[in-house]
């Protein structure tokens, strides 16, 4: 009867001290993972640097206003375009870009609440990481393999449409990067009509960006096009509801 209080009481111990190590084990996975969030953007900040001087063509810099009176006329007719609708522009193409990799990701990503440390770049590690469990690193093959048949078939798509996987995940970034995103929503919601007609932003992206980006940014503005149709939403979505999940 002793040694079997004895045991009991050995048992109650083992037990309460694997709930503590449990715990704390989950404890210091949490951890390790913000570490390693934190690592992840501290690198892709340390990348940004080398990705742009292979993205920005030779010579191009940081514009300054001078920089962007001449970025400001038109190709053809050498008329000078107002320098304030090419800075509008700039916040378009940065809106775009962002928009697009939100939507690519939102359509590989369905199960996530919100987005942030996702990036279009590193999909694939990203597939990896959600599909692997922190704890007992089991991996969800059901899971990974439906990531990657989205990821696959939306590549596919954007494909035809001239997008480059190897080279406009980076390009986007880029631009974003350089000229930020719409954050008015007044400017926004006034210039509704015109902001969510493809035929429009064409147009205006041609007359006021550099010639040596257009074919590129047209591109994306196609690929944004193609997901507007396909999820039924607008062209460039409201403030409260693209940004959120950020």
Not at 81 to 103: H, S, W
Not at 124 to 134: A, D, G, L, M
Not at 163 to 181: S, W
Not at 236 to 242: A, E, R
Request: net charge neutral.
């Amino acid at each position: 009867m002793e040694n079997s209080k004895i045991y009991s009481c050995d048992e109650e111990a083992f037990n309460m001290e694997s709930s503590r190590l449990l715990a704390e084990n989950a404890q210091l996975r949490k951890m390790m993972g913000l570490m390693q969030e934190n690592v992840e953007l501290r690198c892709v900040l340390k990348d940004h640097e080398r990705k742009a001087q292979i993205i920005t063509p030779p010579g191009q810099h940081k514009k300054d206003h001078n920089d962007l009176k001449e970025e400001a006329k038109m190709v053809n007719s050498g008329t000078q375009i107002d320098p304030e609708k090419v800075k509008k522009c700039q916040r378009i193409v940065g809106e775009i870009a962002f928009q697009l990799d939100r939507r690519i990701l939102c359509a590989i990503f369905l199960e996530q609440q919100r987005l942030y440390g996702y990036q279009v770049p590193y999909i694939k590690e990203k597939i990896i990481e959600v599909t692997t469990s922190p704890t007992t690193g089991k991996v969800d093959e059901k899971l990974r393999s439906e990531l990657y048949q989205r990821y696959n078939h939306i590549m596919d798509e954007l494909r035809k449409l001239g997008y480059n996987p190897a080279v406009h995940p980076h390009f986007t970034e880029y631009m974003v990067n350089t000229y930020g995103i719409t954050k008015d929503r007044n400017a926004r919601t006034k210039d509704l009509s015109s902001n969510n007609d493809p035929q429009y932003l064409n147009k205006m992206i041609t007359e006021c960006m550099s010639s040596d980006i257009v074919k590129d940014i047209i591109i994306i503005l196609n690929c944004l096009v193609y997901f507007a149709r396909e999820d039924g939403k607008s062209l460039l979505i409201s403030p409260s509801s693209s940004h959120s999940s950020v």
